[in-house]
Each structure stands twice: as structure tokens, then as C-alpha cells.
């Protein structure tokens, strides 16, 4: 039996959305704020005492999960910004999306501005002064 090529195409959204939909199922059980939880801290921080560009992720979807924007927000805002751009780049690599979003897509599928913008964030977010300090999770 050969599968069929085109369903190829709605693989990753598919994987988006199933692990969307556990890491929902796990975050509406399970409070990461919690002393004492089951999900694991940030390994980078733990051994450099640094938050990286991830730290907060767990407890901003936990937020989000929850639907609390301003928590998410506070916890890492680069996440809740990001997600919007990943759909679309989801959508659009399954053939979904219409053909007048197609300069966004190319706005967002560029490699090199996603990496600067998460290394100026992982920058920005361990200065200790106003207002680099609001990128800290908490």
C-alpha cells in the first residue's frame, strides 16, 4: 500500500497540533508555578544561572493554556509572540493559506532575522537594567 504524496504536506501541521494538544492536556493538569512539579526547570539555567531564550516557556503556555495573556506575556513574550508566525508558516507548508499572505510568509520564513531576533533576546533578557529586566521571566 503506498501513501498517498499530497498528505505528506499537512505532516508538520498535524505534529503541531498533536503536540499542541498534549502539551495542553499535560499544562491544564499540571501547574509548573507549583513547588515540587513534575516538568523539569531550564538545564541552561540550572548550570549557567542565565535565562536563555526558552526559560518561562513552560509557564507562559501554562498561561496561555489557561488563557492568561499578561502571565504569558511576563514569562516569555518571544514564545507568545512567535506562535503566530509559526502557524502561518504551518499553514502555508500544507497548502493551506491563501496566496495573498505569500509575502508574509516570506517575511517570516527568513532564517537569519529569526536568529538575530532570539540572540538579541537571550541578550537583552540578561541585563540587569530597565527594560531589559521585564524580559525575565516573572
Known amino acids: 500500500m503506498k501513501f498517498p504524496q499530497r498528505l505528506f504536506r499537512y505532516a508538520p501541521l498535524a505534529a503541531m497540533g498533536a503536540v499542541g494538544l ?10 509548573p508555578n507549583q513547588p515540587g512539579s513534575p516538568l523539569p526547570p531550564c538545564p541552561f539555567r540550572a548550570l549557567t544561572g542565565l535565562w536563555c531564550p526558552g526559560c ?29 508566525p509559526m502557524l502561518v508558516m504551518a499553514l502555508h507548508g500544507a497548502g493551506l493559506l491563501s496566496a ?22 537571550w541578550i537583552a533578557r540578561n541585563l540587569p537594567w530597565y527594560p531589559c529586566n521585564w524580559l525575565a521571566p516573572g
Open 56 to 84: 518561562g516557556s513552560t509557564r507562559c503556555l501554562h498561561a496561555l493554556v489557561h488563557l492568561d495573556l499578561s502571565q504569558a506575556m511576563a514569562m516569555n513574550p518571544l514564545l507568545v509572540l512567535s506562535m503566530v
Open 22 to 31: 498534549g502539551a495542553m492536556v499535560v499544562l491544564r493538569r499540571i501547574d
Open 100 to 121: 495573498k499572505l505569500q509575502p508574509l510568509v516570506r517575511l517570516f520564513a527568513r532564517p537569519t532575522a529569526w536568529m538575530v531576533a532570539i540572540v538579541a533576546y
